[in-house]
């Protein structure tokens, strides 16, 4: 049985947010609070999502899933486009999951405030507007997680992939407390990956590859960026490029990260150092033996910095993204794919006054940071 409705990680995924006491299955669709009491099979088999499976299998548009509709409504390429892995939904239970992904979002610590993040995920963001974002998380969490996991990892005959997200997930004490109890389990079956902005001070660089030089399994390390140089340094405020350049070099020189993947956060004041930062990662990956792979997002949250509002000549940035791509390796379908996507949103939502619209939005960011460099990120050109 075919679907339009269904996607597969309505039984493959579980992401688990200990921030907020909440758990989705697809990091794109709603989140239902944790109950006080509850067991394991609240994570991947609750009634809410059986109830998304079985309506999915039936041609419904669960409300869950309201983020893939909108894309489609729109006429874009939504995310059920890009992660859906399955063709043929014959086989499928609503009460049989298939789990191979584990999200862990630890908490909100996190030394950066980027432009379009926000207070209850960046520890950062909430100093500066000075807000208290309180941390839900129960000893009852954590010990069922623990139990969830062994069952999973015991169960399962294909590799599990286990992802640490934040905040700053190298900077999160939970982060510590759980990869030591996934060291203890079976390593065959997990793979890790741990999401970071790549701007650890020393220390803490230093504690995180200790992690990953007595961690067994398969480790790789997601790093989170999609500009270049001073720009990057803005739009992800508080990134220190430099350092930035010196921990990629580390983590793409060490023998136990399998790969290092690339995540990009493409909102309009990226667009116009994009292609260099894509050049750069492919410089930088002509001197390692590893596995490098670029897993593109759009921002849609704040609406102000989203690409759509752009006109159209502005799709001549992503033009430049696209050359780069076809000079170093064409061969990434997935990647260009991407791009184009990203370069066919631009203009879907064009706002007149966009300038305006970008500039309100960063003079309200420069309040709050104290500072009266982030203008400099509209340097967008009538003619790019």
Known sequence: MNSLTACSRSWT????????????????????????????DFFDNSAQVQERRQDTLNGIQHQDCQVCWDDINKGNKSYIHWWNKWKDFSNQKPDVPQVN????????TCDLSCLYCFADISSKIAQEEGKKVKDNITQHDIDVSKKYLKGVIEKSTD?????????????SKLFYELIEYIGKLDNKNIKVDVVTNCNSKPFLLQKFID??????????ITISNESYGYDSELIRYGLDWERFEQNFHTYASHENVSHINLGLSVSNIALPSLHEY????????????????????MIDSPEELNVSI???????????????VHHYDK??????????ELRDRIGKNYQEDYKQTICEYLEKKQKVKKTDKLMKLVNFKDQP
């Open 101 to 108: 992904s584990i999200e862990f979002e630890l908490d909100s």
């Open 278 to 297: 894509i050049t750069w990662v492919y410089k930088t990956k002509s001197n390692y033996n590893k596995r490098f792979h670029f897993c593109g997002g």
């Open 211 to 220: 992690v990953v030089d007595n961690f067994k399994g398969e480790m790789g």
């Open 331 to 340: 061969e990434d379908k997935s990647f260009l794919e991407f791009l184009h």
């Open 13 to 40: 995924d579980v992401n688990i947010n200990f921030r907020n006491r909440t758990v989705s299955n697809c990091c794109k669709s709603v989140y239902h609070d944790m109950p006080q009491n509850y067991s394991h």
């Open 159 to 171: 590799l599990v992939q286990i992802t640490f997200s934040g905040g700053e997930p190298t900077a």
């Open 310 to 324: 752009l006109p159209v000549e502005y799709k001549s940035y992503v033009d430049q993204a696209i050359a780069v």
